[in-house]
C-alpha cells in the first residue's frame, strides 16, 4: 500500500517537475542535440542580447554580436566546466567578452585611422589582422543569414535580435508555435553548417 502510494507520489512529481537544469540541457548540446540547444536558446538568448547591448548601445552591432555568442555556444559547449560556474554565468561571460573585444576592435579601427591620417605610426601587423579577421567573420554571418530561406530568417532575427521568445515570435508571424521552432531550429543549424562550426 505504501509503496503505491509513494509510486503515485513520485509518478505526480515527475509529471510537474520543471524542465531539465540548464547545465543538463547544455551537457546534451555538447552532444549535438539540436532539441537542448532549441530550448537553452530560448532561455538564453534575450539575456545574452541584452549583455551585448548594454556594452555596445547598437542595437544592430548588438545583434550580430549576440547571434556570434550563440554559435559559439552551441561550438564550445563541451568546454563548459561547472566548477568555474552556473551555465548562465559562462555564456554571459562569454557574450560580455565578445562584446568588450567589439568594442576594442572598433577603438582600434579608429585609432588606426586617426594615425594613418597623421602619417605618424602604423598599427602592429596583428592587430591589423585581428580587426580585419573580426569584421571578415561578420561579413561571413551576415552572408550564412542571407543562405537561410526568408521564413527561416524571419523567425531567427525576431528571436535573437529582437527578443522574442518562441510563443512570441510565432504570434508575430502568425504560425504555430511548433512550425517557428522548426524554422528557428533549421535556421540556427544551417548557421551552423554555413560557418563551418562542428559539433
Known amino acids: 500500500m505504501g509503496s503505491d502510494g509513494e509510486r503515485r507520489e513520485g509518478e505526480g512529481w515527475r509529471a510537474t517537475q520543471p524542465p531539465p537544469a540548464l547545465?543538463?540541457?547544455?551537457?546534451?548540446?555538447?552532444?549535438?542535440?539540436?532539441?537542448a540547444f532549441e530550448r537553452l536558446y530560448d532561455v538564453l538568448a534575450p539575456r545574452?542580447?541584452?549583455?551585448?547591448?548594454?556594452?555596445?548601445?547598437?542595437?544592430?552591432l548588438s545583434e550580430e554580436v549576440a547571434q556570434e555568442v550563440l554559435v559559439e555556444v552551441w561550438r564550445s559547449a563541451a568546454r563548459y566546466?561547472?566548477?568555474?560556474?552556473?551555465?548562465?554565468a559562462w555564456v554571459m561571460t562569454i557574450a560580455h567578452r565578445r562584446a568588450i573585444d567589439?568594442?576594442?576592435?572598433?577603438?582600434?579601427?579608429?585609432?588606426?585611422e586617426e594615425q594613418v591620417?597623421?602619417?605618424q605610426v602604423h598599427r602592429p601587423f596583428d592587430e591589423v589582422a585581428e580587426s580585419v579577421e573580426g569584421r571578415l567573420e561578420r561579413e561571413r554571418l551576415r552572408r550564412c543569414l542571407q543562405g537561410l530561406t526568408s521564413l527561416q530568417r524571419e523567425a531567427v532575427t525576431l528571436a535573437y535580435y529582437g527578443g522574442y521568445s518562441y510563443r512570441e515570435?510565432?504570434?508575430?508571424?502568425?504560425?504555430?508555435l511548433g512550425t517557428v521552432k522548426t524554422r528557428m531550429r533549421d535556421g540556427l543549424i544551417r548557421l551552423r553548417d554555413c560557418l563551418g562550426v562542428e559539433r
Do not use: H, N
Request: hydrophobic letters at 45%; a positive charge; aromatic letters at 2%.
Open 169 to 176: 515570435v510565432a504570434e508575430l508571424v502568425q504560425a504555430p
Open 81 to 88: 566546466d561547472p566548477a568555474r560556474g552556473s551555465v548562465p
Open 102 to 112: 567589439c568594442v576594442r576592435s572598433a577603438k582600434a579601427g579608429g585609432d588606426r
Open 117 to 119: 591620417a597623421r602619417m
Open 23 to 35: 547545465e543538463e540541457l547544455l551537457d546534451a548540446v555538447a552532444r549535438g542535440d539540436r532539441v
Open 48 to 60: 545574452v542580447y541584452g549583455v551585448v547591448l548594454r556594452v555596445l548601445r547598437d542595437r544592430a
